[in-house]
């Protein structure tokens, strides 16, 4: 089984968490975009989807799915996302594709946030995968120069606008063995919109595709 199959392993199995007859958060990525596709077969038994991105938004749209604006849904009961890392805990790095400042949003309001993701992204300690954050243009040196002093070494993400009109910064280096403290911290810093370390509000279920099976993993020790 490659890493695609384990994917759509992992976006098969969110399909039962799917509760019919309510709005469904959609996340943004390979894994999504997998679990985006087997939707198909669930049209016009939810009202419709908040997604995470224009580029889902799109894909949702293909398939004769309406698009929800987050302001007019008063009840989310699910958001389906995948990670860049997640943790036992299930703290997870997102952001590898631009779009963590909308997940973060709609994972806010969702009571309960799905990760669908294949075995390489569990990990026992965050912090190999490069952290983003989505930085207001006018900040950009700031914020680096704020991150330097944290022991992060920021790179700019090149050729890379957000939905949002903003940059990403991905930075690498970081002690996140305090993930939800440092996230805090990364917020306090003038200029960052959005640090895609998602402690604070972390996944609740955890489909973890392995080729043996699909595991369904809760928060350990939160
Ligand atoms: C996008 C994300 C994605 O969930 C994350 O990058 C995982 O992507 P993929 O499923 O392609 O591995 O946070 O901003």
Same mark, same amino acid.
């Given at each position: 089984?490659?890493?695609? %199959?384990?994917?759509?392993?992992?976006?098969?199995?969110?399909? *039962?968490?799917?509760?019919?007859? *309510?709005?469904?958060?959609?996340?943004?990525?390979?894994?999504? =975009? !997998?679990?985006?596709?087997?939707?198909? &077969?669930? +049209?016009?038994?939810?009202?419709?989807?908040?997604?995470?991105?224009?580029?889902? /938004?799109?894909?949702?749209?293909?398939?004769?799915?309406?698009?929800?604006?987050?302001?007019?849904?008063? %009840?989310?009961?699910?958001?389906?996302?995948?990670?860049?890392?997640?943790?036992?805990?299930?703290?997870?790095? +997102? &952001?590898?594709?631009?779009?963590?400042?909308?997940?973060?949003?709609?994972?806010? @309001?969702?009571?309960?946030?799905? $990760?669908? /993701?294949?075995?390489?992204?569990?990990?026992?300690?965050?912090?190999?995968?490069?952290?983003?954050?989505?930085?207001?243009?006018?900040?950009?040196?700031?914020?680096?120069?704020?991150? #330097? +002093?944290?022991?992060?070494? *920021?790179?700019?993400?090149? =050729?890379?606008?957000? =939905?949002?009109?903003?940059?990403?910064?991905?930075?690498?280096?970081?002690?996140?063995? %305090?993930? #939800?403290?440092?996230? =805090?911290?990364?917020?306090?810093?003038?200029?960052?919109?959005?640090?895609? !370390?998602? *402690?604070?509000? &972390? #996944?609740?279920?955890?489909?973890?595709?392995?080729?043996?099976? @699909? +595991?369904? !993993?809760?928060? $350990?020790?939160?």
């Amino acid at each position: 089984m490659n890493q695609g %199959d384990l994917k759509a392993a992992a976006a098969q199995a969110a399909i *039962a968490h799917v509760v019919e007859g *309510a709005p469904l958060g959609v996340g943004t990525g390979s894994t999504a =975009d !997998l679990f985006i596709d087997r939707l198909a &077969g669930l +049209k016009g038994r939810i009202p419709g989807a908040v997604a995470s991105s224009e580029r889902s /938004a799109e894909r949702l749209r293909r398939l004769g799915i309406p698009i929800l604006d987050l302001n007019d849904v008063e %009840d989310l009961p699910v958001y389906v996302d995948g990670a860049d890392e997640v943790n036992a805990r299930l703290e997870m790095i +997102k &952001g590898g594709g631009g779009a963590l400042t909308r997940e973060k949003i709609v994972a806010a @309001v969702a009571r309960s946030f799905v $990760c669908i /993701a294949d075995q390489s992204k569990f990990v026992s300690r965050l912090g190999r995968f490069p952290l983003p954050l989505e930085v207001i243009p006018l900040a950009r040196t700031h914020v680096g120069r704020e991150l #330097a +002093k944290l022991g992060g070494m *920021a790179r700019l993400r090149e =050729d890379f606008t957000t =939905d949002n009109g903003n940059l990403i910064i991905d930075v690498s280096g970081l002690d996140m063995a %305090d993930a #939800a403290g440092l996230e =805090d911290r990364l917020n306090g810093i003038p200029g960052v919109v959005t640090v895609g !370390l998602f *402690a604070r509000r &972390g #996944a609740d279920l955890l489909l973890l595709a392995e080729p043996s099976g @699909v +595991k369904t !993993l809760r928060p $350990c020790g939160r």
